[in-house]
T-cell receptor, first 115, second 117 residues
Framework: QKEVEQDPGPLSVPEGAIVSLNCTYS??????FMWYRQYSRKGPELLMY????GNKEDGRFTAQVDKSSKYISLFIRDSQPSDSATYLC???????????????FGSGTQLTVLP | KAGVTQTPRYLIKTRGQQVTLSCSPI?????VSWYQQTPGQGLQFLFE???????NKGNFPGRFSGRQFSNSRSEMNVSTLELGDSALYLC????????????????FGQGTRLTVV
């Protein structure tokens, strides 16, 4: 079983829809949680960065972390065709783990927003 | 502010050859990590360098190596290339805050696409 599980999709939604992307994980040492967006043939672009449990909002994006359930989510409101990309969740443990700054990624969800 | 720069963007190599990839981190970032991305395995951690020392290493064979220079620029080397080494190699840089043990965001470059034939 992988440390981080992510539904690969593909996910197709109409423009303006609310998109929900999710990841589950098994390593309780993870403390930092990220969402990256990757366009075809490009490097991952950091969207959201959160520490521990809670919610964080940035424009149309909201990240949620529930450490008790080992579950993280990314919500995209008013989705646009330009949001069409692969979304990757990533996590890392803290300094005490000995592997600080090592990111463990989900497999990515391919999202298409239809105009 | 310039982002993470990786060179070259594309490479084609023959089996058995070796290759060196370069990464220049964001100015002021002292940590550089390398990742391999393939359709089958996704993004996998190779190693991380901080203050010219390898701090952490993923589960890859010894053919994969790296180094970091005093200006934080990093190189990754793959020797005796195999067909399975064909991948997008990504470099990420992070700001390491002095006097704190908090992680900070990792920013990726555009990657080097390596094709082994």
């Amino acid at each position: 079983q992988k440390e981080v599980e992510q539904d690969p999709g593909p996910l197709s939604v109409p423009e303006g829809a609310i998109v929900s992307l999710n990841c589950t994980y098994s390593n309780s040492a993870f403390q930092y949680f990220m969402w990256y967006r990757q366009y075809s043939r490009k490097g991952p672009e950091l969207l959201m960065y959160t520490y521990s449990s809670g919610n964080k909002e940035d424009g149309r994006f909201t990240a949620q972390v529930d450490k008790s359930s080992k579950y993280i989510s990314l919500f995209i409101r008013d989705s646009q065709p330009s949001d069409s990309a692969t979304y990757l969740c990533a996590m890392s443990a803290g300094w005490s783990s000995g592997s600080a700054r090592q990111l463990t990624f989900g497999s990515g969800t391919q999202l298409t927003v239809l105009p | 502010k310039a982002g993470v720069t990786q060179t070259p963007r594309y490479l084609i190599k023959t089996r058995g050859q070796q290759v060196t990839l370069s990464c220049s981190p964001i100015s002021g970032h002292r940590s550089v990590s390398w990742y391999q991305q393939t359709p089958g395995q996704g993004l996998q951690f190779l190693f991380e360098y901080f203050s010219e020392t390898q701090r952490n290493k993923g589960n890859f064979p010894g053919r994969f190596s790296g180094r970091q220079f005093s200006n934080s620029r990093s190189e990754m080397n793959v020797s005796t290339l195999e067909l399975g080494d064909s991948a997008l190699y990504l470099c990420a840089s992070s700001l390491v805050l002095r006097g704190t043990r908090s992680n900070t965001e990792a920013f990726f470059g555009q990657g080097t696409r390596l094709t082994v034939v």
